[in-house]
């Protein structure tokens, strides 16, 4: 589409542009920007789902992952990645982190509060639930050993709806024959996930409590990688923050209710800033 436009920043991060104008709003990608071997259709796809989710009159930055990451490829080096292109490039900006791109979000609007003005974790959290650590771990395992079939099954209930799990799974025994074909590199993704994973983020969160910009946490109560407790935790020590829950709704949020995430995005980002002093964390859970 011509509103979309693709490149490289720093020479080596993918993105796709949407628009232009002021007030841009960043997005994270989650996992699947390194699990899958990156082409311009995928790319697009998943612009076209994200915008859904995002104001309509306003530039947006997609970004994703270096695709042939070093062997001590780290969160602190993707953070100051991010942080040199909104220096460079973008300026400030609201940021939304979804899924492991919360974990970099987070740790930006942590460690650059200057270049952050309001921030969203959509199915995020600053830390795994335990299952969802040892899922983590499992798909590490399971991409050192190129067992590509193993590491998707990892993701057979992320539905809520049952039918969709069976689509999924479906697709998967599809693809089961050219999965080396669509799944990335297997060193790519074990240093992909190491970035975000290898860091105990949970063992001292106060770190959070430097995070100064506004900050929406939106998620489900049956997400299996982040559960509430992490995200409860999460707002708790961001001075600034909202919690919003959808009941019953797992990791798979932003596809099965798009139209509330938009919803509530779109009134986060268009309320005036709070102060840094502002309320406490509110947990409510649309209906």
Known sequence: MKDFQSGLFLNKIPYVKVRSGRNPIVVLNGGQAFVRRPTPARALRDAKRIVRLLPGDRAIYILGYEPDPPADHSIGAIVADIAQILREEIGAAAVMGISFGGFVAAKLAAGHPDLVKKIILLVSAHRFSPEGRRSIDRQIECSWQGDFQG??????LVFRRPWLNLLLRLRFRQERMRLHETMNDPATIVRGLHAVAGEDFGRDP???TRIQAPTLILGGTK????????MTETASLIPCSQLRLLERETHMLPVERPRTVAKTVKAFLASHPDSRNGDPPQATVPR
């Open 151 to 156: 590491f998707l099954d990892e993701f057979g």
């Open 206 to 208: 106060t770190w959070l």
């Open 223 to 230: 997400d299996p990688f982040f559960d509430v407790e992490a």
